[in-house]
Structures are given as C-alpha cells and as structure tokens.
C-alpha cells in the first residue's frame, strides 16, 4: 500500500503562486514516476507534470509549461509543485499520483494508469 497525502493548496490572486507538496508513505512505495493532475468543476482530469523518479526527467502540460516546475525530494519521499504566475483558468482540485510500474512516452502522462492517489487539494485563483 502507497498512501499519498498533498498540501499548499489555496487561495491567491491571479499573477500570485503557490507551492504544493505531496507527501508518500508505504513500504510500497517504489515509484517510476510520479505526477501532479487537476480536475475543475465540469471538465475532465487533466495532468498538469510529471517526474520520473529516479533520473529527475520531467513533463508539463502545454498550459503550464515556463510557470510550474515539478521536483522531488527522494530522501524524504515528496515531490512538489511551484507554480507561478496564476491564472484563473488554473483553479481545479490538485491529486499528486504514483505510477510503480515501467511506463514509456504518452502512458507516462495518463492518468488511467497510475496506481495511487492522493485527496487532493484545494486551488483557486481569483481575478
């Protein structure tokens, strides 16, 4: 089992940033890659980055790229979530995820398969 928990969630004001973090647990806890999606009201979960765990390699959704930047702390287990230069449009709950298994190009950014998740948190930005 793999319990995944996030936090730094909240309100800001557009232009604003916040920082997420996702702390896992588990003896399970082996991951290939993990990533940061978002659901808003009405439309589909969507990822937002991704790393892999081991070699630091990361991916971003086209929305987001040049204002958020993924990384992880191996040691204790986390990875986090900068994001900067806030726009409405990125109001949405956040779920940190973790895939354990060997994933390879597209399959490494969908969310189906990932094995575990967190809550999520709260983020909304204002106008």
């Known amino acids: 089992q793999v319990q995944l928990e996030e936090s730094g969630g909240g309100l800001v004001q557009a232009g604003g940033s916040l920082r997420l973090a996702c702390a896992a647990s588990?003896?399970?806890?082996?991951?290939?890659?993990m990533g940061w999606f978002r659901q808003a009201p009405g439309k589909e979960r969507e990822v937002v980055a991704t790393?892999?765990?081991?070699?630091?390699?990361?991916f971003y959704t086209s929305s987001v790229t040049g204002r958020f930047t993924v990384s992880r702390d191996i040691a204790n287990n986390a990875m986090y979530l900068q994001m900067n230069s806030l726009k409405p449009e990125d109001t949405a709950i956040y779920y940190c995820?973790?895939?354990?298994?060997?994933?390879?190009?597209?399959?490494?950014?969908?969310?189906?398969?990932?094995?575990?998740w967190g809550r999520g948190t709260q983020v909304t930005v204002s106008s």
């Open positions: 995820a973790v895939e354990l298994h060997l994933c390879l190009g597209a399959g490494c950014h969908n969310g189906a398969y990932y094995d575990y």
């Open positions: 790393i892999n765990w081991s070699g630091g390699s990361t």
């Open positions: 588990g003896r399970a806890f082996r991951p290939y890659v």
